[in-house]
């Protein structure tokens, strides 16, 4: 993914705010490293400091579609970037452009410095693993329950079962396929974990 060099100066700042409470976490791309500032703290992390990034999708009630790239150092701190930020009690608005070319430009920047960082994508395994037997048992309970109410001849019930079933796979599909766990390299971050 090659980002042009009007859209790369763009692309090295950005900011989101995590509450409503607090300020605005702020992140740039300096000749130095990585420059953040969160919760009243700050530092640079150089490029080649920076030892692992994990993209994922993390929606959340109030925003069904947002990102998160977790940020690790060498020597011990972790960092996370969302895609959304906080406006009102009510409202967490997307950032799509802005996350997706900054890391982009963060990916770019570790790459030219000679960065070693472990690249990994989605959930880690054993939580994948976990989240895929919850759905395998969750499965064959709900078809259980159709083939119930089928032979009772419930079919009001069989057709709600029917229906959770299609809003569930509908709602928690997306989170499961773009949360499989994979490892990427510096030019080819996954699509499906950028807004």
Request: aromatic share 10%; glycine share 8%.
């Amino acid at each position: 993914m090659r980002v042009s060099r009007a859209e790369a100066a763009s692309a090295t700042s950005y900011a989101y705010r995590a509450s409503l409470i607090g300020s605005a976490h702020r992140f740039e791309l300096t000749d130095e490293g990585l420059s953040w500032h969160v919760a009243g703290r700050s530092g640079v992390w150089r490029y080649d400091e920076i030892s692992a990034i994990r993209l994922s999708f993390r929606p959340v009630s109030m925003q069904q579609h947002r990102f998160r790239a977790d940020v690790s150092r060498a020597g011990g701190g972790r960092i996370a970037i969302l895609s959304t930020s906080w406006q009102t009690a009510a409202l967490m608005a997307p950032q799509d452009s802005g996350f997706r070319d900054f890391l982009v430009e963060l990916h770019a920047r570790m790459a030219k410095a000679g960065s070693r960082a472990e690249l990994t994508a989605g959930l880690g395994r054993k939580t994948y693993a976990a989240v895929l037997a919850f759905l395998a048992v969750l499965a064959v309970a709900m078809t259980g329950l159709l083939v119930r109410a089928l032979m009772i001849g419930e079919f009001a019930g069989a057709l709600f079962i029917v229906g959770f079933a299609a809003l569930f796979v509908w709602q928690v599909g997306g989170f499961v396929r773009r949360n499989q766990p994979q490892s990427y390299s510096f030019d080819r971050v996954p699509r499906s974990l950028l807004p």
